[in-house]
């Protein structure tokens, strides 16, 4: 006999396994704190962008400047001379240089130098003429993402996607560590430090957000997300273009992290992970909570009364007798195709989308402002994103997705330079739609994995997401040979990645699967029904 509940009032109950399914007014609190830690990240993520930007410099040349030099001057000879290089000094009229007093066909190298300004770290640290070491300054950022993304997942999966997120979040307030030093190789090392730490929170808030919603709003926290990715990058030009002075722009961004210390007391556990890991009172109080702030009727006497084991058996986790590992990953092929799949469409579409930004022809006017109009497209790809996803479904609209970016990106290779409006036209659309794809892979990837290592393997695609964001700088270097290679690039990989996703199953509409074994079981049901389909002509 099943207990009432006298709180029920009359209204009809909803099944304890159906209470996160509606999109209520806890989804939209717990979004808003998941999102907010993102936006302070994603400024930390590109720091390097401006606060490690390019500066222009010159040679110092002792004869002729001053205790206090300054870069303009008006006896500088010729402003095409290379920045590494300098004019001997031939004679002095007087004790003042003037554009007679270096003979222009004798040159020697650069020892000192004379910084336009000091708002980049570049004159801080003292890199002119060291091209790879300011650019490595970025690269090892994501060499330190890399590592965050491959602990942070096994972090979400062993400890909570909670904690995760607060200890990353607030951990990156080391980088304020960077305006105490003058020494690159000190600097490059906060720097990986800080990406190692600060990049957890982006695998567990995904994580997070995907699991305290329904089967509706996934595509929808998403696209939020992205939008909160977007909104940090547009933030942090909006900062960097008032606040020029590196150091002071490192203390700004990084000051907010701090807040997120508040989040132990706002943010809630995913009751998945709760039950999964024994958790049992720690899940009945969030679903308890989650039912009052979203007003949904549930039996409040069956909950309270429930054990581990049936708390499990309402959730389909019944058969989760252990802790799965590396171990059944690996020994599950299902699980092994959409790790491999999933990875390489999270790694092409970061090569593809970033790698177009590195590309994309330099507009004319304020390098602030251009960043910003560059973030600013990328909106309307997650609009897309979450019209098709919901409407048709999430594998579909991501096949041809891809191949339909990778053809614009192909065709805007070899298109001839002479005919620029086709050119451009093709490129800002291929990042248009690279955009979709880069939104709904992310979403896809973490309903392809069971709750139980679904931290792990999403990390696992961060990990190849930000081998596609370290690549993609690099790619310009492939005009010395063609200046279509990294169209054909792009585009190629893009394709790939479209035929790839034919070996996946959809999942809109789909129950998230919470262990391995339902993987394999939900995937034999569905291989039954399209064999009898195939065999009677229905289901």
């Known amino acids: 006999m099943v207990a009432s509940d006298p709180e029920s009032n009359g209204k009809k109950e909803t099944e304890i396994i159906d209470i996160m399914e509606k999109f209520g007014r806890y989804q939209k609190i717990q979004y808003l704190y998941a999102c907010v830690p993102a936006v302070f990240m994603t400024m930390l993520h590109i720091n390097y962008v401006f606060v ?20 303009s ?27 007679d007093s270096f003979d222009l066909d004798s040159y020697e190298v650069c020892t000192e130098w004379i910084y336009e300004t000091n708002n980049s770290a570049i004159a801080e640290l003292n890199l002119a003429c060291q091209p790879w070491k300011s ?44 305006t105490f030093t003058s020494t690159y190789y000190i600097y490059v090392l906060i720097e990986i430090l800080e990406a190692s730490i600060a990049g957890g929170t982006y695998t567990a808030a995904m994580v997070l957000m995907i699991e305290i919603g329904g089967k509706k709003s996934r595509i929808l926290s998403g ?40 989040l132990i007391f706002l943010l809630r ?18 679903l308890l909570y989650v039912s009052e702030l979203n007003n949904i009727n549930i039996n409040k006497v069956n909950l309270m009364n429930m054990n581990e084991e ?44 970033y790698g177009l930004m590195v590309n994309s022809v330099y ?24 019209y098709l996803m919901n409407k048709v479904g999430r594998k579909n609209p991501l096949i041809y997705g891809y191949i339909f970016s990778g053809l614009l990106c192909a065709g805007s290779g070899w298109v001839p330079e002479e005919y620029t409006w086709l050119k451009i036209a093709l490129f800002l659309f291929g990042k248009l739609v690279v955009s979709v794809c880069y939104t709904g892979v992310i979403t896809y990837t973490m309903e392809l994995f069971p709750t139980s290592v679904r931290g792990t393997l999403l990390g696992a695609c961060s990990f190849a997401s930000s081998v596609g964001s370290m690549l993609a700088p690099l790619t310009p270097i492939l005009n010395t040979v063609s200046v279509i290679l990294p169209s054909m ?51």
């Open 269 to 286: 556990e995913s009751p998945r992970w709760q039950i999964l890991n024994g958790k049992i009172a720690g899940a009945k109080n969030t």
């Open 223 to 262: 696209v939020l997300f992205a939008y909160a990715v977007y909104l940090g990058e547009s933030l942090f030009a909006g900062i960097a273009m008032f606040v020029p002075y590196w150091k002071n722009l490192i203390r700004i961004i990084n000051s907010p992290a701090i807040l997120c210390v508040s």
């Open 489 to 539: 690039f792009f585009g190629s990989t893009a394709i790939i990645s479209g035929l790839l996703l034919t070996l996946t199953p959809e999942t809109k509409d789909l129950p998230l699967m919470d262990t391995i074994d339902q993987v394999h079981r939900a995937r034999t049901e569905m291989s039954s029904r399209e064999k009898g389909k195939d065999n009677y002509g229905y289901n």
């Open 52 to 71: 490690a930007g390019d500066l222009n410099y010159r040679c110092r040349i002792p004869e002729c400047d001053e205790q206090f030099p300054v870069y």
């Open 73 to 99: 001057t008006s006896w500088w000879p010729n402003a095409t001379i290379d920045r590494c290089m300098r004019p001997r000094v031939k004679q002095l009229n007087g004790s003042m240089c003037t554009e």
């Open 363 to 386: 507009l004319p006017g304020n390098k602030y402002t251009n960043f910003m109009l560059a973030t600013v497209m990328s909106y309307p790809g997650e609009l897309v994103a979450m």
């Open 310 to 353: 049936d708390l499990k058996k309402e959730f389909k986790m019944e058969n989760y007798e252990h802790k799965e590992s590396y171990k059944d990953i690996f020994k599950s092929k299902e699980i092994m195709k959409r790790v491999l799949v999933g990875a390489f469409c999270r790694f092409t579409a970061s090569f593809v989308y």
């Open 135 to 178: 650019n490595l300054i970025g690269t090892l950022h994501n060499v330190g993402m890399l590592i965050s993304m491959a602990g942070s997942g096994w972090m979400s999966d062993r400890f909570g996607r909670k904690p995760t997120l607060i200890i990353s979040a607030v951990g990156s307030c080391i980088g304020h560590l960077k």
